[in-house]
Nanobody
C-alpha cells in the first residue's frame, strides 16, 4: 500500500523557518512535489524535484525562500521554508509520480500538514 505522510507543519511567526517532511512507503517515485492550498483558494504548485535531484522547480512566490530536497535512501522529500510570510499560510500537500510516465502527473497525494504564519 502506498502512503505519503507529511509532517513538520505548525503555527509560527513571520520570518522564521520550518522544514516539512514527506515520508513515502510502498514504492519509490520519480518526481515528487509539494503543493499548498490556502482557505478559499485553489491548490497551487510550490516545488518539485526529480529522482536524481538534478532538477528542481519552484513557483515564483517561493523561489529563493524555499528549498526542496530528497533522500532516496529514506524515500523522503523535504521542503525547507525560510523567511515565512503570512501569505504562506496553507495546508501543504506532498505528491508523487510513478516511474515510467512521459508527462507530469502526480499519482499519489498525502493528507496534508497545516502551516500557519502570523505577523
Amino acid at each position: 500500500q502506498v502512503q505519503l505522510v507529511e509532517s513538520g507543519g505548525g503555527l509560527v511567526q513571520a520570518g522564521v523557518s520550518l522544514r516539512l517532511s514527506c515520508a513515502a512507503s510502498g514504492r519509490t517515485f520519480s518526481r515528487m512535489g509539494w503543493f499548498r492550498q490556502a482557505p478559499g483558494k485553489e491548490r497551487e504548485f510550490v516545488a518539485a524535484i526529480t529522482w536524481s535531484a538534478a532538477n528542481t522547480y519552484y513557483s515564483d512566490s517561493v523561489k529563493g525562500r524555499f528549498t526542496i530536497s530528497r533522500d532516496n535512501a529514506k524515500n523522503t522529500v523535504y521542503l525547507q521554508m525560510n523567511s515565512l510570510k503570512p501569505e504562506d499560510t496553507a495546508v501543504y500537500y506532498c505528491a508523487a509520480q510513478k516511474f515510467g510516465r512521459s508527462d507530469i502527473h502526480y499519482d499519489y497525494w498525502g493528507q496534508g500538514t497545516q502551516v500557519t504564519v502570523f505577523s
